[in-house]
């Protein structure tokens, strides 16, 4: 048997807790919700979350929620359980975020969680005119090998299905997106290796580390607080993320690289 390469998928304790420690992070958002009313508001602008790999729309249901009460127009995708690039994946996004832009008459911010956020990404780089911004949540798009995600196996079981079939590392990952986008992952995933989910440096673009599963990282407070900063951003101007005061805790500082890591050339700047 080859030996497990370091930087290969999450280690096995951390996968096999991620169903606890989710629920455990669903635990954290109810305590916090008192201080929902001091979350970041914005111009209530379109916004469309994309589900991970095998959820739907309930998954989304608490982030989507909370976006809502705070003005936003925000939309689940419809489209049942997401098993990857099916032909009606492939145009029903499209047609969703033109739907809305025209609803609107302004660009969709995209959030999509895991497998959602690659998609997310495709849809702003096929059509960046129609998207503000785009948020991701522990979504592998520098993934190098399937060993880096535990989530691989799954996702080849419906490959039957897909429309688009890509070879990793993923072509279109070689240069930044044009429009402005946040990673927020964490280095306790227990689905992908965080290093997979992390932005190359860029202008306009940055990584936010959480304390949460893969599992939680819709509903998680950290993260739902920093969806809520970026959204809040006035449109066509960008800062980069940073935690107020009283959460600093709740933002772990991302680990430095070594040398020779496979992650220096990814960038870990939150």
């Given at each position: 048997m080859a030996a497990r390469q370091q930087d290969d998928g999450p280690a096995l304790p951390l996968y096999l807790t991620e169903p606890g420690r989710a629920v455990g992070d669903y635990g954290l958002?109810?305590?916090a919700r008192p201080l929902m009313s001091r979350l970041p508001r914005g111009d209530g602008h379109p916004v469309?979350?994309?589900?991970?790999?095998?959820?739907?729309?309930?998954?989304?249901?608490?982030?989507?929620?909370?976006?809502?009460k705070l003005g936003y127009d925000a939309h689940g995708w419809g489209l049942g359980r997401n098993i990857g690039p099916t032909a009606g994946c492939v145009k029903g996004t499209r047609d969703l975020l033109h739907h809305l832009r025209d609803k609107h008459q302004r660009p969709v911010s995209l959030i999509g969680w895991s497998l959602g956020g690659i998609f997310a990404r495709d849809l702003a780089r096929r059509d960046p005119e129609s998207v503000r911004q785009v948020v991701t949540l522990g979504s592998p798009f520098r993934l190098t090998r399937h060993s880096q995600s535990r989530a691989a196996k799954v996702f080849d079981r419906y490959s039957h299905l897909h429309?688009?079939?890509?070879?990793?590392?993923?072509?279109?990952?070689?240069?930044?997106?044009?429009?402005?986008?946040?990673s927020i992952y964490s280095h306790y995933d227990g689905i992908v290796h965080w290093q997979t989910c992390l932005n190359t440096p860029g202008e306009r673009c940055e990584n936010i580390a959480v304390m949460a599963s893969h599992l939680g990282l819709g509903h998680h407070p950290a993260s739902i607080w920093a969806v809520a900063d970026r959204l809040a951003q006035r449109e066509g101007t960008w800062t980069p993320f940073k935690a107020p005061l009283f959460l600093r805790p709740a933002f772990?500082?991302?680990?430095?690289?070594?040398?020779?890591?496979?992650?220096a050339a990814h960038g870990t700047a939150a």
């Amino acid at each position: 048997m080859a030996a497990r390469q370091q930087d290969d998928g999450p280690a096995l304790p951390l996968y096999l807790t991620e169903p606890g420690r989710a629920v455990g992070d669903y635990g954290l958002y109810l305590a916090a919700r008192p201080l929902m009313s001091r979350l970041p508001r914005g111009d209530g602008h379109p916004v469309l979350v994309l589900p991970g790999l095998l959820a739907d729309d309930i998954s989304t249901r608490v982030l989507r929620a909370v976006l809502r009460k705070l003005g936003y127009d925000a939309h689940g995708w419809g489209l049942g359980r997401n098993i990857g690039p099916t032909a009606g994946c492939v145009k029903g996004t499209r047609d969703l975020l033109h739907h809305l832009r025209d609803k609107h008459q302004r660009p969709v911010s995209l959030i999509g969680w895991s497998l959602g956020g690659i998609f997310a990404r495709d849809l702003a780089r096929r059509d960046p005119e129609s998207v503000r911004q785009v948020v991701t949540l522990g979504s592998p798009f520098r993934l190098t090998r399937h060993s880096q995600s535990r989530a691989a196996k799954v996702f080849d079981r419906y490959s039957h299905l897909h429309v688009e079939h890509r070879t990793l590392p993923l072509e279109s990952e070689t240069t930044p997106l044009a429009v402005p986008t946040t990673s927020i992952y964490s280095h306790y995933d227990g689905i992908v290796h965080w290093q997979t989910c992390l932005n190359t440096p860029g202008e306009r673009c940055e990584n936010i580390a959480v304390m949460a599963s893969h599992l939680g990282l819709g509903h998680h407070p950290a993260s739902i607080w920093a969806v809520a900063d970026r959204l809040a951003q006035r449109e066509g101007t960008w800062t980069p993320f940073k935690a107020p005061l009283f959460l600093r805790p709740a933002f772990p500082r991302p680990a430095r690289p070594k040398a020779g890591d496979p992650a220096a050339a990814h960038g870990t700047a939150a």
